[in-house]
């Protein structure tokens, strides 16, 4: 079992930037690939990034164009996803999730735990 807790949400204007974190308990961190996912009111999740277990292999919708960068600390248990040029479309909550699969996955099935989200405001 590994638990996950999101932090660095909160509210900013269109145009800046925010981290989040994903605080991941014990000691096997290390062995899973992670994924950032998002979810608006009213609309289905959708995937963000995802990041291998050794950090040197990333993924991202492509709708990010590149304002989006996941990364990963596995002597800290954390996974990052730095946000920039934010939008107000980019509102949303936020959720990290761990995968046991070897290979990056763009699918929510592929995910076997989730974090409870973080909540990302963009004012406009």
């Known amino acids: 079992q590994v638990q996950l807790v999101e932090s660095g949400g909160g509210l900013v204007q269109a145009g800046g930037s925010l981290r989040l974190s994903c605080a991941a308990s014990g000691s096997t961190f290390s062995s899973y690939a992670m994924g950032w996912f998002r979810q608006a009111p009213g609309k289905e999740r959708e995937f963000v990034a995802a990041?291998?277990?050794?950090?040197?292999?990333?993924y991202y919708a492509g709708s990010l164009k590149g304002r989006f960068t996941i990364s990963r600390d596995n002597a800290r248990n954390t996974v990052y996803l730095q946000m920039n040029t934010l939008k107000p479309e980019d509102t949303a909550v936020y959720y990290c999730?761990?995968?046991?699969?070897?290979?990056?996955?763009?699918?929510?099935?592929?995910?076997?735990?989730w974090g409870p989200g973080t909540q990302v405001t963009v004012s406009s």
């Open positions: 990041i291998s277990t050794s950090g040197r292999g990333t």
């Open positions: 999730a761990a995968s046991a699969s070897y290979s990056l996955s763009s699918s929510q099935r592929e995910y076997d735990y």
